[in-house]
């Protein structure tokens, strides 16, 4: 490997950033959807890399479990985000907030 | 020449995630999600994972974005009925997320002196799978009951809104909204059995 583990870190960091600003700064919930899915996407990213410097292979079966827990995450978040969407006609997260105390 | 490699890969990820957030249509934000997966699914190439980029393209690229596309498409979501915060909630995030990036990068500056070891390359599927089907095995069953836990939460949500849908007076319109949950699930599905 004769790339340099910071500029992953580096790389990992800056798209782990954007899906925050994603989340802070879009309205829309499917959007707000993908950005999370852009946070997993950067950590995974610095995972392999990690278990490439590393030699271990302990780091990619963990990617591999979280990419089976994101389908999951995403086909039940999707399905309730239609559901809302046929009873409010939008998916605007600021008109969603029945949940609150 | 790899170097090179990984510049390139770097720029379309980081400038498609950035188009991702600022596009204002929803189906061009997923659409350049779609060249960030593939960007990362190239990442993955460089550092000798071949077995995780196949998967990657073959679940996000091929399962969750897809389902993306397919939702934003039933919900009419375009340009039009997109909603915005203000200005100030813009910059206060803008603002927050520049200020995470600094603090992350700030912690993990260490981690780079860890050395780094050689051995048998690790990415390919013989290795992976040795390791997946002896140590992780039951994280590996327990995985497919949490895919099948989420099929039936998807269905019984989608069999949930049907009910109090279709009420006796409902009208013809919605007769077309009773299609949704069906195709839905059977989306879903295809995703779960794709990543099985």
Redesign the interface.
């Known amino acids: 490997m004769n790339i340099p583990i910071e500029y992953y870190i580096w790389l990992s960091t800056v798209l782990f950033s954007i899906g925050v600003l994603g989340v802070l700064y879009r309205r829309n919930a499917i959007i707000i959807f993908a950005c999370i899915e852009l946070m997993l996407n950067a950590v995974n990213l610095l995972m392999v890399a990690f278990s490439a410097k590393l030699n271990d292979s302990n780091g990619q079966v963990f990617v591999f479990f979280i990419m089976a827990v994101a389908a999951a995450e995403v086909a039940v978040g999707l399905a309730i985000l239609v559901m809302m969407y046929r009873k409010t006609k939008s998916v605007d997260i600021d008109i969603l907030n029945r949940l609150r105390g | 020449m ?2 090179y490699l ?1 510049y390139f890969l ?1 720029f379309v ?2 400038f498609s ?2 188009l ?2 600022f596009s204002k249509n ?1 189906v061009y ?2 659409l350049y ?1 779609i060249i ?2 593939f960007a ?1 699914a190239g ?2 190439i ?4 071949q ?2 980029a196949a ?2 393209v073959i ?2 690229a091929g ?2 974005m897809v ?2 596309l397919y ?2 498409m ?2 009419n ?1 375009n340009q039009d ?5 203000s200005s100030l ?2 910059i ?3 603002i ?3 200020t ?2 600094v603090i ?2 700030g912690t ?2 260490g ?2 002196s ?1 050395p ?5 390359n ?2 390919y599927v013989k ?2 799978g040795n ?2 089907f002896n ?2 095995l039951l ?1 590996f069953e327990i ?1 497919s009951i ?2 099948l ?3 039936v ?2 269905v019984m ?2 069999k ?2 049907h009910k109090t ?1 279709d009420s006796p007076q409902s009208v013809n319109g919605n007769s077309t ?1 009773d299609n ?2 069906s195709t ?1 699930d059977k989306v ?1 599905e295809k ?2 059995t794709i ?1 099985k």
């Open positions: 790899t170097l990984f770097s990820a980081i995630a950035l991702v957030v929803p934000s997923v999600l960030t997966f990362i990442h993955y460089l550092l000798n994972a077995f995780l998967v990657h679940v996000y399962a969750i389902l993306f939702v934003i039933l919900l979501l009925s997109e909603p915005h915060k909630a813009k206060a995030a803008v927050c997320a520049g995470m990036m992350i990068i993990l500056r981690s780079a860890l780094a070891k050689d051995g048998v690790i990415g290795e992976l390791v997946l140590e992780f994280p995985s949490l895919l836990a989420a099929m939460g998807v949500v989608g949930m809104d849908v909204l949704r949950p839905m879903n995703e779960l990543n």
